[in-house]
């Protein structure tokens, strides 16, 4: 059980840049992924709890619970086959390619996500917290296709707006408090420039390739194996001289205290115990 409040007091920019590297795990053969968690930012990458870099080829988990948080499934278009999503909500849906499934869990809601045969789904799967007066909630989800998604594209850039907003270009809305997530693809020697809303978080995966990350005038290389969350930044410039892809995901940070216990993130201790006991009565729901 992990206790988290996120609540960083600061003087300059380039005392909230911090990046970390993932945490390599695997499930039998049908799952691997790069692992980052909250506690290695000490509350930096608030509102997000956790982001799972995964390659997924068969089911691999089965139904699950998730309680005060919202699970957002991003899958990148070099997936292949289908993603099969199921969930507590009644909604059965075989995600393709490239689409994001946002599943607002609140107070509870049972989840079950897996290939399909012969599928190789490549994708994020994210747990962003939701603020104190929202983990009551009922639970709610949203399907974008990723053909409803808009594009920002330049001969140096294609960037897919999968929600939230950048550059005046604005997607999909998503059922809790609002997030920008960017898939970002340059090409050698390009740049993109994304500004957050004043006083977001902001926190940069690379997905492929290497990418420079300019911060207000600071420069920062990462490498796919790592990610770098920064607080307050202005301008987020990213540049690759080789060409690569990243992940940009920016939103309000919470600074709320929270209890987790893995796939539950609550208020208190109080209040997490009682939604670990009500998925043990069965009443978070069921996948029929």
Request: proline content about 6%; aromatic content about 4%; charged content about 20%.
């Amino acid at each position: 059980m992990t206790v988290q409040y996120a609540d960083q007091t600061h003087k300059s920019k380039a005392a909230i840049t911090r990046s970390q590297e993932g945490e390599k795990m695997s499930r039998g053969t049908g799952f691997e992924a790069l692992s980052f968690i909250h506690r290695q930012l000490d509350g930096l990458m608030d509102p997000l709890i956790m982001v799972d870099h995964f390659i997924m080829t068969a089911p691999t988990f089965g139904p699950h619970a998730h309680a005060g948080i919202s699970a957002v499934s991003v899958l990148f278009e070099d997936s292949t086959g289908s993603f099969r999503n199921r969930d507590s909500l009644g909604n059965d849906i075989e995600l393709a390619p490239g689409d994001l499934y946002w599943l607002k869990a609140a107070r509870g809601a049972v989840h079950d996500e897996a290939p399909t045969p012969s599928s190789r789904t490549h994708a994020l799967q994210i747990f962003v917290n939701l603020p104190a007066a929202q983990k009551q909630d009922m639970p709610s989800a949203r399907h974008v296709p990723a053909t409803e998604m808009p594009v920002i594209e330049s001969p140096g850039h294609r960037v897919r707006v999968m929600a939230g907003k950048s550059n005046g270009v604005v997607g999909a809305t998503s059922p809790a408090m609002p997030v920008t997530i960017l898939d970002i693809t340059l090409q050698a020697n390009a740049s993109f420039t994304h500004r957050p809303d004043p006083g977001d978080t902001a926190w940069l995966h690379v997905i492929r390739g290497e990418i420079e990350v300019e911060l207000d005038g600071v420069h920062h290389r990462l490498s796919n194996d790592t990610a770098l969350a920064a607080h307050g930044a202005d301008e987020i410039r990213l540049l690759s001289g080789e060409g690569g892809q990243a992940v940009l995901l920016s939103g309000a940070p919470l600074r709320e205290p929270f209890v987790q216990k893995g796939p539950f993130a609550m208020r208190d201790v109080g209040q997490l115990a009682a939604v670990i006991a009500a998925h043990a009565a069965g009443e978070l729901g069921t996948i029929d």
